[in-house]
């Protein structure tokens, strides 16, 4: 349906938005950070180093990166909503599949294949979420902020069951804390499969465009530091509360705030995420995701810890937001898809190298302090370049 000036015209365009948002809620926030909660159970249970439990993440991330690569070359053969939902069926099944075996090549492919789906699921899902937030001009950064907050429903809900699943049955109960994530994960998918997803393509995906890296270079770079900077907090961090001796209690609270400072970015950052000048929104907010994950360096105490995770939370997601803003400035609509999976594809190659190396520095210092101090630092060196990034000049960019 079009209005009078030919415009497209989505009904509910921030129901539309908030289903998509379903796609990162599973594939993100269930499928790669849950793994988090239950890392402390698995490395005890299967006798992992931090090294190991590292590189479950880190092959998470290969996936993630496999997925980008492949996702622009999905999108033109399936199309944006089929590649947005049989990617987040592919995360659901992984998750079935860490249920099944301990045996660590199981669980290694097993999180491989949900990093491919949660790639697929993300690069198709902002592109849409990008078309359908176009057709409201006035309101397209609150609108595509809303796809953002969904892994913090991921986090959140993880963050209120798994905890209490693994105190329940304790010691060697990963296992279990997999199957409820799998029905947790299946319940949520529904609203994706059965929305109208269809109605809302407008990208040619027939048209391709060249993506030229050289003006966006530092930019990249910005988003690699991050990718490498983020995954060790959000991989260590529950394992550093329980460190701390935080039990159930506290480690589902402190989980559970990040994902619910994410419903706050489309507020928070509205404005910020409306600077159509380069890389600044990005720097500015990725300024303040370093700050969060510092406050942790100073101390286990729970306030400051409760500060931490609101502060990484709320930033966290918009970082992300903020490159798609950036995309959607600086290029046309046909080369979002693209646009997207090349950010994607900078972020995969950090988030592939931090967990394992991270892990590495851990089980050498045998702290994870260490970890946590490198981790800010990354974000802050990521700021500061993303602020030197300058918008592009070119006559097919639009902001429509």
């Known amino acids: 349906m079009k209005s009078p000036d030919g415009r497209q015209n989505y009904p509910h365009p921030a129901w539309l938005i908030l289903v998509l948002s379903l796609a990162p809620t599973i594939g993100l926030g269930i499928g790669r950070f849950a793994y988090s909660l239950v890392l402390p159970d698995m490395r005890d249970s299967l006798q992992w180093s931090y090294s190991a439990a590292g590189f479950m993440n880190t092959i998470n991330a290969v996936g993630y990166l496999a997925g980008a690569l492949l996702a622009s070359r999905v999108i033109r053969r399936f199309g944006l909503p089929r590649t947005v939902r049989w990617?987040?069926?592919?995360?659901?099944?992984?998750?079935?599949l860490c249920a099944m075996s301990g045996n660590f090549i199981v669980l290694s492919f097993a999180r491989l294949l949900a990093g491919i789906g949660a790639a697929g699921g993300f690069v198709g899902g902002a592109a849409l979420a990008a078309t359908i937030a176009q057709s409201r001009p006035e309101?397209?950064?609150f609108l595509?902020?809303?796809?953002?907050?969904?892994?913090?429903?991921?986090?959140?809900?993880?963050g209120l069951i798994a905890p209490f699943v693994l105190q329940a049955f304790g010691p060697g109960s990963w296992?279990?804390?997999?199957?409820?994530?799998?029905?947790?994960?299946?319940?949520?998918?529904?609203?994706?499969?059965?929305?109208?997803?269809?109605?809302?393509?407008?990208?040619?995906?027939?048209?391709?465009?060249?993506?030229?890296?050289?003006?966006?270079?530092?930019?990249?770079?910005?988003?690699?530091?991050?990718?490498?900077?983020?995954?060790?907090?959000?991989?260590?961090?529950?394992?550093?509360?329980?460190?701390?001796?935080?039990?159930?209690?506290?480690?589902?609270?402190?989980?559970?705030?990040?994902?619910?400072?994410?419903?706050?970015?489309?507020?928070?950052?509205?404005?910020?995420?409306?600077l159509d000048r380069g890389g600044l929104a990005t720097a500015i907010i990725l300024g303040a995701n370093a700050i969060g994950a510092a406050l942790p360096i100073f101390g286990h105490s729970p306030v400051l810890l409760a500060i931490s995770a609101l502060?990484?939370?709320?930033?966290?997601?918009?970082?992300?937001?903020?490159?798609?803003?950036?995309?959607?400035?600086?290029?046309?609509?046909?080369?979002?898809?693209?646009?997207?999976?090349?950010?994607?594809?900078?972020?995969?190659?950090?988030?592939?190298?931090?967990?394992?190396?991270?892990?590495?520095?851990?089980?050498?210092?045998?702290?994870?302090?260490?970890?946590?101090?490198?981790?800010?630092?990354?974000?802050?060196?990521?700021?500061?370049?993303?602020?030197?990034?300058?918008?592009?000049?070119?006559?097919?960019?639009?902001?429509?």
């Open 311 to 400: 502060v990484f939370g709320v930033a966290f997601f918009a970082v992300v937001g903020s490159t798609t803003a950036f995309v959607r400035f600086n290029y046309p609509p046909a080369g979002w898809p693209i646009g997207i999976a090349a950010m994607t594809i900078s972020f995969g190659i950090g988030q592939t190298l931090g967990p394992i190396v991270v892990g590495a520095i851990t089980d050498a210092m045998g702290s994870l302090s260490f970890a946590l101090n490198v981790s800010a630092a990354m974000l802050a060196l990521g700021a500061v370049l993303a602020a030197f990034q300058k918008k592009l000049v070119q006559e097919a960019a639009t902001s429509e």
């Open 139 to 141: 309101r397209s950064n």
């Open 144 to 158: 595509l902020s809303l796809f953002y907050a969904g892994p913090g429903l991921g986090i959140l809900s993880s």
């Open 175 to 274: 296992w279990i804390m997999w199957w409820a994530m799998t029905l947790l994960s299946l319940v949520l998918i529904l609203p994706l499969l059965l929305a109208p997803l269809g109605a809302a393509t407008t990208i040619n995906q027939a048209t391709t465009i060249d993506f030229a890296a050289r003006p966006v270079l530092i930019y990249l770079i910005a988003y690699f530091l991050f990718g490498a900077g983020y995954i060790a907090y959000m991989t260590f961090m529950i394992a550093y509360v329980r460190d701390g001796g935080g039990g159930a209690p506290a480690q589902s609270l402190f989980w559970s705030l990040i994902g619910i400072s994410a419903f706050a970015t489309p507020w928070v950052w509205r404005r910020v995420l409306a």
């Open 87 to 96: 990617g987040t069926l592919a995360a659901v099944a992984s998750l079935a």
